[in-house]
């Protein structure tokens, strides 16, 4: 059980806790949160597998002198994926957040059971 | 021998910050939670750094500097929160927590 | 109780999978070719320590174009869902005849001594790390958050602090066009579109050196941040 075997595993629980709060959840604003913590379990995951053993952060410093920098350095394609990736559930958060807001003025109740009769 | 030291004391603070996850989720009301989120999250912050500084004592100023922004913000931001949920909760919601005080504190212009 | 249990089995079956993954999962030993280029191409040719931040804003930077791209769209969105003023229907509530609407909430005294205090540190934060972002962990879209974060806390403490929409839209426009025209630079004197090395390199590890990389932080930390900004601005604003 190595560290990003742990940091892995913990990732992909947080997804599926935060799955589970989507699909379960009745309020709104705890829909939003289920998503958020599904977005941050898989940028933990995404970062998990990009870990070499013994590794250290790819930024050429005092820890990690340029000879050794390519043994040594943890994977950084990941990292940057992961950059993105935040920042686009970020964006994602905010316009659902502005939905929320919007059904509040319209319906006046945060719980998703009072848009139901638009089902068929 | 101060690894040993600074593990335990990052446990620790691992501790608090669990049961402020614990009790934001298991108190009644708005206020108490806040107040649970709050308390035991900045003693548990301050405490993983603390056991941060004491395994790595060349990061001491580091770790004394971000303690410091910790502390500063945190008791100030629940305090926003706090004081927005008791505005609030003044206007619309009776609370079944807080009895008699409701009178005596909304003759103060709430 | 049907909406549970569907649930229920969607769950277990991905947790299946995820067992899966996790259980035949073998840490790596050793960087993949394309990393290990990476690792030792960044600081050699493009003269930045951070490997991480070369990559974004060098040589995967039409990606970096495309996710600031989607930032301009959601600010667009969200000031299409919560646009100006207010619907007319919503005048007469009869709850609020006690609360003047218009009239912001006036902060309490610790709010405000604290933002007295924490608001210029959190301002020079962020532009250190929008400068810094080639030499350690940073970069424009981290600087930019915390931009934002910065104007959220002066919303916050002074209720009449206005933020002026059409300017911070202006600049976030202008600097999203200046990425663009530094782009195009770099596909005429350098090697390619968004190429940083149309500057010279510089020296190693100091803070004016890897290209234009810091010119594109700056920008792109501009740009985040207005648009941030502008976002809670449109949250804040919304009924009043």
Redesign the interface.
Known sequence: MTISHAVLTTGLLLTLIGMWGMLTQRNILRIIIGFALMGTGSHIVIVAVGYVANGTAPIIDDALPLSEAAARAVDPVPSALAVTAIVIGLAVTAVMLAFAIRLYGAKKSLSIDAFADSKW | MTDLIGSIIVFIGAVFLFSAGLGMFRMPDALSRIHAGTKASTLGNTLVLVGIAIYQPEWSLKVLVIVY?VL??NP?SS??LA?AAY?LRG??VPSRVFGEDDACDREDGQ | MMRLAAAACLLLALGAIFATISLDFRERTALPPLAAAYVEMVPRELGAPNVITGILLNYRAFDTIGEVAVLFMVAAGIGLLLGPGRKPKDAGRP?DA??DESEP?P??E??RN??D??VP?IALFAVYIVLHGHLGPGGGFQGGAVVASCVLLML?ARPDYRIRLAQLSVAESLAGVFIVLAGMAGLVFAGGFLDSRVLPLGEFGTLFSAGAIPILSVLLGTKVGCELSVIIERFRAWGR
């Open positions: 922004f500063m913000t100030i305090h926003a004081h505005t206007r619309l | 709850g006690a609360r909430e902060s309490t610790i709010v604290g933002a205090v924490m540190l916050l």
